[in-house]
């Protein structure tokens, strides 16, 4: 590696784009091209930094394995940073493991930590302890040593763990202060906002109130039967009955939870379940169908009785029904709260996130724009999404998350 590169690099490393280009700019070898990508990604044109970068990982080839595979981790974390969550799951694993095997413990821990980050995005939770745990966090550069503290407070928040969310964050605090990179301390900042915020409301026999992440780790953990419609679930203790797949049985257990401890008429119920104004028998039959349903779903935890007017929510062993609510509710709160974080999301990501179809997440954009709430730039492939407005602080129980095992 000859001097200008070694400079440009070193230029890089403290965060200084302007002076690696001035050393770089007019060269076309792969290190110099590997390079003058890495510094237009750090000045923000990320389309011109994943060109440059996959030039120069295609001039690198296979000869040079650790050059490639660094550029390749490169390109993920453009990607990454673009919310295009697909190219990151790809080549990241393939990336990581030739840096380790060639020794460069530095980009192999950095690759881990954006795996992590993406398993997180995603919300497959147990994957991005794995791989966090993995990872040599003494080998990361002091820049990056934020990062995995930050990927593992939005683990335990995701969980509802808030202790150890709390932990993370205090170092994540500690870590971004001693760099004091404005734009790092300002993410942490961020993260430390979103755990500090309200997380869900609490209605419980007609009062409500707001509840702390570390509220809502005590009501799940109080014995009380717990209606959650921020993650549609039903939840006493160990024992979880998700209803995700099951809108109209969820519909159901919520009004009967929010009506706890009196029952609700079946004209109300079917006005939430299934919208109807005017019932006639048809409408009677498919309730009786689907509250027999609801019966055997909560079977372990409660009881559904029926009443003059309607029905009876009744959990086993005496115990409290609450319904937990998001602090603000939206219709299309979970897609809100992914692009609350601010970044530039594809609609192919927020599918993958959510685990829903492309079109589904399509509609929802263009309803979410429709009333003024994202807006969208770009085209085709190239079209990404953002927040105009959200209300409040988006909540981590809307985000994605693996569901607690009974």
């Not at 044109?45 to 660094?70: S, T, W």
Request: proline share 6%; glycine share 8%.
């Amino acid at each position: 590696m000859d001097s200008l590169v070694t400079a440009a690099a070193r230029s890089l490393a403290m965060g200084d784009p302007l002076g690696a280009l001035n050393r770089v700019a007019l060269r076309e070898d792969p290190a110099a091209l590997a390079l003058r990508g890495i510094a237009m990604a750090q000045l923000g044109d990320l389309p011109r930094a994943r060109e440059l970068l996959r030039r120069g990982a295609r001039a690198f080839g296979a000869r040079e394995p650790v050059a490639r595979a660094r550029c390749l981790v490169a390109q993920a974390e453009i990607a990454l940073v673009s919310r295009d969550l697909a190219e990151p799951m790809r080549t990241l694993g393939t990336a990581r493991a030739v840096l380790a095997e060639h020794g460069d413990r530095a980009n192999a821990a950095h690759a881990g930590y954006l795996e992590a980050r993406c398993l997180l995005l995603i919300g497959r939770l147990d994957e991005a302890g794995r791989v966090l745990d993995s990872i040599d966090a003494d080998a990361l550069p002091p820049v990056s040593r934020p990062g995995p503290w930050l990927v593992a407070a939005g683990i335990a928040m995701r969980r509802i763990e808030a202790g150890p969310a709390r932990a993370a964050l205090d170092r994540a605090v500690q870590a971004a202060r001693r760099i004091a990179v404005p734009a790092l301390v300002a993410e942490v900042e961020r993260a430390v906002q979103a755990f500090e915020a309200p997380a869900a409301r609490l209605h419980v026999r007609g009062e409500e109130r707001l509840l702390l992440l570390g509220d809502v780790e005590a009501v799940l953990a109080s014995g009380m039967l717990v209606v959650n419609a921020c993650r549609n679930l039903v939840r006493a203790g160990d024992k979880v009955v998700p209803l995700g797949s099951r809108p109209v049985l969820f519909a159901l257990v919520r009004a009967l939870a929010q009506a706890w401890p009196g029952d609700v008429s079946r004209e109300e119920l079917l006005a939430q379940a299934f919208r109807a104004r005017e019932a006639d028998e048809s409408h009677r039959g498919r309730l009786r169908v689907e509250i027999g349903r609801l019966r055997a779903e909560l079977g372990p935890l409660a009881e559904l009785h029926a009443t003059e007017r309607g029905f009876l929510l009744q959990p086993r062993g005496g115990a409290t029904v609450g319904l937990l609510l998001p602090p603000h509710e939206e219709e299309h709160a979970a897609l809100l709260a992914l692009l609350a974080d601010g970044e530039a999301w594809s609609s192919s990501a927020l599918a993958l996130a959510l685990g829903v179809s492309a079109r589904t997440v399509q509609r929802a954009l263009e309803a979410l724009a429709a009333a003024g709430k994202a807006d969208c730039f770009g085209r085709g492939r190239a079209c990404r999404w953002t927040a105009r407005q959200v209300p409040g602080f988006p909540t981590s129980l809307l985000l994605p998350a693996a569901l607690p095992v009974g």
